[in-house]
């Protein structure tokens, strides 16, 4: 009788000791837990360091670098990458756990519910502003982040399929928690245009306003959430055009 596949939860964080309890707790159904701690200030590694996790400390400017250093330190067959605003409800840790069980090598996109603030909103996301799913259960090898700083590229390896039940994602607090992660993102992404030597154009970003909203409003039927529909199709058409102006008219 062949033993189970061993499974890694990881988590990469930067100040997060007002998630990480509830998050950390939800993993415990993992053979282990990998913390790594960028930059850290707050009483995150004491969190992490109660809960049994491996911590991976340092800085890295770029996302992609620091979640590839995690999944490097990760000794599972398997792994379930979860940021600290988001949870695994017990559904999904079982089903997470009897998956891995008999799957051959690959990934697994899980649905995610998206909260703002107690509001599950589940429809409009995407563009470049909250996914609907994400590859997170992968066999070790198979996934690699690239090298930008915000929404780095993803290099996936096997066969790609689904799981049914959804991660719990903690999106924002409120529309006002909405405007600072817009400003944070635009920043990161004009840095990576500017190192790129800016290789878009303002036209191509103007049509980018109309698209995207067409996308999350419509396309995703962001209209069946009212006014939250109505903000983050506006954010993701915002998200570019700002990007490209932070690139020209900004310095570091």
Known sequence: MSSQPRLSALVVAHDEERNLPDCLAALRFADEIVVVLDRCSDGSKAIALAQGAKIVEGAW?????RRNTGIAACGGDWIVEVDADERVSEAL??????????????????????????????????ASWGVSAAPRLFSKGAKRWGNQRIHPSLELRGEKRFLASPMIHYVDRNLSDMILRLDRYTTARARDLR???????????????FSRFWKCYVARKGYREGLWGVAIALFAALYPILSYLKARLEDE
Not at 61 to 65: I, Q
Not at 97 to 122: C, M, Q, W
């Open 195 to 209: 190192e790129a030597g800016i290789p878009e154009t303002l036209g191509k970003n103007v049509s980018r306003l």
């Open 93 to 126: 840790g079982r089903e997470i756990r009897e998956t891995i069980g008999g799957a051959s090598p690959g990934h697994f996109l899980i649905p995610f519910d998206n909260y703002v603030g107690k509001r599950l909103v589940r429809y409009g996301w995407g």
């Open 61 to 65: 400017p770029l996302e992609g670098d």
